[in-house]
């Protein structure tokens, strides 16, 4: 093969003879790599490993391109030698028959019908059309919480909820995670999963979440967030350290059962329904757990 075939995967990458040499390879290489409406990616991260639609291959290729393994191959599949050339309304156009996923209608109902990920997408979309708190104005509690029309009457405005933060407390509290000194082994390095652009915490494992249930939390709500909201939480924390003790005094089981009830409480006075699921409503059983557990080593 001369050199002028493998000039076109070297070019820039929104060099327009780049572009027409990815849409070459997607176009005869689709038929014979496919297997449903995927097929491998050869983009560097995914290796030729991965599977995905075509369209998100060739964003891949585009954006990132492919890893230098697979460049001669890549060329080779594309069976068109495109020299260094730019721009030109001229040149062919290897769209014809390929589809990159632009119409987005066309995509979500290729099918008899939108899958379920289109089904949920179309969810939350309805669900945004909705006010933020509607079981709170329907049960008519936390007044301050309910939706209001604008002056204009165009749009409803909600009022900041009293655990809202600010930029500048989301930033202290994932400071406190982000530059956390654990001892040896007692945790993986959650700083890891701490984006402080971002502004997020994400990729943790449970045992994380557990760690920093117990020990980091109360040291984060305590500067950024308002004191109503902060001693619930450290008292939760506290909760949580008692009842994971290598050794526990069955004397005071009663007392952390009293003690989570009222934790419970003053939940229900600062966050909204939506916020208690099965995972906190469990907390309340978790003494008298322990209570049967006893009897039985008894």
Known sequence: MDNVDYIWI????????????IKAFI??????????????CPYKNCKNIKWHRKDLVYDHLICSGPSPLYATWIVEK???????????????????NINFGDNLDEMLHRTSGPNADAKKFYSHLEEG??????????????????????????????RAAIFDMTNIEKDLFRSVLK???????????????????ERKVSGYKSHDAHFVLHYLLQFAVKKS??????????????FLRAIWSKVIDLS???KLQQEIVEIICQFETIFTQAFFDIMVHLLIHLCRELAYVSTLVV
């Open 225 to 238: 967030s308002k004191p109503m909201v902060a001693i619930p939480l450290i008292r939760l924390g506290a």
């Open 27 to 40: 176009k005869n290489a689709f038929p014979e790599l496919a297997v449903g409406d995927e097929m491998t």
């Open 179 to 197: 530059n956390a000194k654990l001892p040896y082994g007692s945790a993986s390095n959650i700083s890891r999963f701490v984006h402080m652009k």
């Open 10 to 21: 070297n070019l820039p990458k929104y060099n327009q003879g780049y572009i027409k040499g």
């Open 252 to 254: 005071e089981v009663h």
């Open 78 to 96: 594309a069976q068109v030698p495109v020299p260094n050339y730019e721009s030109s309304d001229d040149d062919m156009d290897l769209e014809d």
């Open 129 to 158: 059309k909705l006010p933020l708190y509607p079981d709170l104005e329907e049960l008519g509690i936390r007044k301050l919480l309910h939706p209001v029309k604008s002056s204009d009457g165009k749009y409803l405005e909600i």
